[in-house]
């Protein structure tokens, strides 16, 4: 089997963008906010930036050390669009009989009512300062700019509303993710 000499991927950085290296640690600010990535637990991985363009490179890569080449470079496409536009996910509240509420206490978000239990679930949400939560009756919108963190707070919620021990085709209620927006853009919706 041949093996690749060199394996490189170039991700672009906009102009309006400010982005800081100090060794495999990036700070990346835009208009919507600073992000903080550090990736030194990469091994066998060389991140090279200059001139508005971040060049991801490894030499004699394994098919593992490529996947972390498209990792990284997913990760940073993720964050320069999350300063400049923002990530905002649409979650529906889903119930039969009991009416669900959704409220937040600082870092901890409220599920009261959830099929009639009269103790609310608890969650928290990921990344405490990046990360806005609005509730009303039938939606959920969680918004910020780290995409890592809005998914992960949506499915901490989706979780919390995990039903156990009853029939999953007739107990549907919960906390469902229908929409998701990279600012105003529509990047994924649930076709019905």
Not at 172 to 178: A, K, N, P, R, T
């Amino acid at each position: 089997m041949v093996k690749s000499f060199k394996s490189e991927v170039v991700v672009e950085v906009p102009q309006d963008i400010t982005l800081t290296q100090d060794g495999l640690k990036f700070t990346i600010e835009g208009k919507k906010g600073k992000i903080i990535k550090d990736f030194s637990h990469m091994k066998k991985v060389d991140i090279l930036y200059k001139d508005n363009i971040i060049k991801i490179s490894s030499y004699f890569p394994r098919k593992s050390t490529e996947a972390k080449l498209g990792t990284l470079r997913s990760v940073l496409i993720n964050a320069i669009e999350g300063v400049t536009k923002g990530y905002t996910y649409k979650m529906k509240i889903a119930y039969s009989h009991f009416p669900i509420t959704v409220d937040t206490d600082g870092d901890r978000i409220l599920i009261k009512n959830f099929i009639g239990e009269r103790s609310p679930r608890i969650t928290h949400k990921v990344g405490s300062n990046s990360v806005e939560i609005k509730a009303s009756k039938e939606d959920v919108v969680i918004s910020g700019i780290n995409k890592e963190e809005v998914g992960q707070t949506c499915a901490n919620i989706q979780k919390t509303c995990r039903i156990r021990d009853k029939d999953k085709r007739i107990f549907q209620d919960g906390i469902y993710v229908y929409e998701k927006y990279l600012g105003d853009d529509l990047l994924w919706k649930v076709k019905l």
